[in-house]
């Protein structure tokens, strides 16, 4: 019950950061393009990497890998919302910006995967 808890922390945690994080960059960028959404899942992308590895080689307990990946990433990232914009997009005739959104949020969220592995590993390098 108690790990139930902790990934239900990190949702709400999560849920709020993607609300409030990506509301602001909306506000910011004043397009029509969902800027906040491709932030939000490219940043989520970059920390779900770097989290895979820096949980692979240190000991992380069950209940924080849990709560940042499960609850609080899972939360945070918005692949409905991504989709769901996309589809907005298409339906409003902006064919471009549909096709730019899934190549931007697919391609620079798999190399920032990548980069948040490679972030852990240097980091770790340093600290040990």
Do not use: W
Not at 76 to 84: N, P, V
Not at 105 to 113: Q, R
């Amino acid at each position: 019950m108690r790990h139930l808890l902790v990934i239900a922390l990190g949702g709400g945690a999560g849920a709020l950061s993607r609300y409030g994080l990506s509301k602001i960059i909306n506000q910011a960028a004043g397009t029509i393009f969902p800027a906040g959404t491709l932030f939000v899942n490219l940043a989520g992308s970059f920390f779900i990497g770097f989290c895979f590895h820096l949980f692979d080689v240190t000991i992380v307990s069950s209940d924080i890998r849990s709560f940042l990946t499960i609850g609080f990433l899972g939360a945070f990232t918005t692949f409905s919302t991504y989709s769901l914009e996309t589809m907005n997009l298409i339906r409003e005739g902006e064919l471009k910006l549909s096709l730019l959104n899934v190549l931007l949020n697919n391609i620079l969220g798999f190399i920032l995967v990548i980069a948040g592995m490679v972030c852990s590993k240097f980091l770790l390098k340093i600290i040990r």
